[in-house]
């Protein structure tokens, strides 16, 4: 097992340097000049020569790429903001709780609600529950989450003026985010669950259960549900991934104080900074999830388990 979890420690520390090293060229060959842009209208052609010098823009492509690999994951300094002039770790440490609060409300309430819905459904299979089910969420997975966002601040906060429109100022602020966020999760929770019950269903160990007479009770709620778990756990990780990620365009509709509106005004300002290391510390996030994902699958799946106890018996 500790082999295992070995092998994917590897595997998150290549993946999160391969992520530096892509956000890093494509923010280099992107076209545009930083310092010309920090300084448009204020500064003349020497005061941009003398801060591209500064910020070590005249440098080789791979002399910066070795120095901001060192400083990332060496010092973990992310350098200053070209815009704000703060710190961007200081800033991250910010807004990371904030962002990763809506995260955890958004798949909380998806989780709730979407598996017990995709149990219920695969339950009655070919019934108006499954039937509803199947149509509501081809709906939310259908409809954008950004129009969904601005549909909802329509209604309820410039036509019925139930909800404020943006910040976190009150447990209020948060309703509307919360629920956009979480629909589309709800939709693919519910299908996920759906879909592992009805194959469990046709499990053999499923058959021999009820043809020895067990309870259909205790065969869905001890053998049915508990197996097919495992691939929902799998799709939770990928739906809590997807959903700090795509936050960042609730963060911006909302005007939400997150990394996701943080990382938008730096795109648009060329704050090359700040744009590194949001993707860099969403793709960290990413890849923590994944890993914890596979942990716990390793855990609960015994094939997993017996695997690496063989390969270890073998080696000695």
Avoid at 264 to 289: E, Q, T
Wanted: positive net charge.
């Amino acid at each position: 097992m500790w082999r295992y979890i070995a092998k994917r420690l590897l595997w998150l520390v290549l993946v999160l340097i391969c992520a530096a090293v892509l956000i890093f060229s494509i923010m280099w060959f992107v076209p545009g000049d930083p310092a010309e842009m920090m300084l448009s209208g204020v500064g003349t052609q020497e005061d941009i020569a003398r801060l591209r010098e500064q910020l070590g823009l005249n440098d080789p492509f791979i002399v910066q790429l070795g120095n901001f690999l060192y400083n990332a994951f060496v010092k973990f300094d992310f350098g200053s903001s070209y815009v704000y002039k703060t710190a961007v770790l200081d800033e991250l440490a910010l807004r990371l709780p904030r962002t990763l609060k809506l995260g955890i409300i958004s798949i909380a309430l998806s989780s709730l609600i979407g598996i017990p819905l995709g149990v219920n459904a695969a339950l009655h299979r070919n019934g108006f529950q499954d039937q509803g089910l199947l149509v509501i969420s081809m709906v939310f997975v259908s409809v954008p989450q950004f129009w969904l966002a601005l549909e909802m601040m329509l209604l309820f906060a410039v036509m019925l003026h139930w909800l404020p429109v943006s910040g976190i100022g009150t447990w209020k602020h948060w309703i509307m985010p919360v629920i956009a966020n979480t629909l589309g999760s709800i939709a693919m929770n519910a299908r996920q669950a759906r879909s592992a019950v009805l194959e469990t269903s046709r499990a053999d160990f499923v058959t021999t259960a009820r043809a020895k007479g067990v309870h259909e009770r205790d065969v869905v709620w001890k053998h049915m549900i508990p197996n097919a778990m495992i691939p929902v756990i799998n799709a939770l990780g990928n739906s809590f991934t997807a959903i700090i990620t795509s936050s960042i365009v609730i963060e911006t509709v909302f005007a939400f104080p997150g990394v996701g509106t943080y990382m938008m005004s730096a795109v648009s300002g060329r704050d090359y900074p700040v744009v590194r290391a949001c993707v860099l510390m969403l793709a960290a996030f990413a890849a923590i999830v994944n890993l914890g994902v596979d942990l716990i699958y390793a855990y609960l799946d015994p094939r997993i388990k017996a695997q690496y106890v063989a390969y270890a018996a073998k080696k000695k």
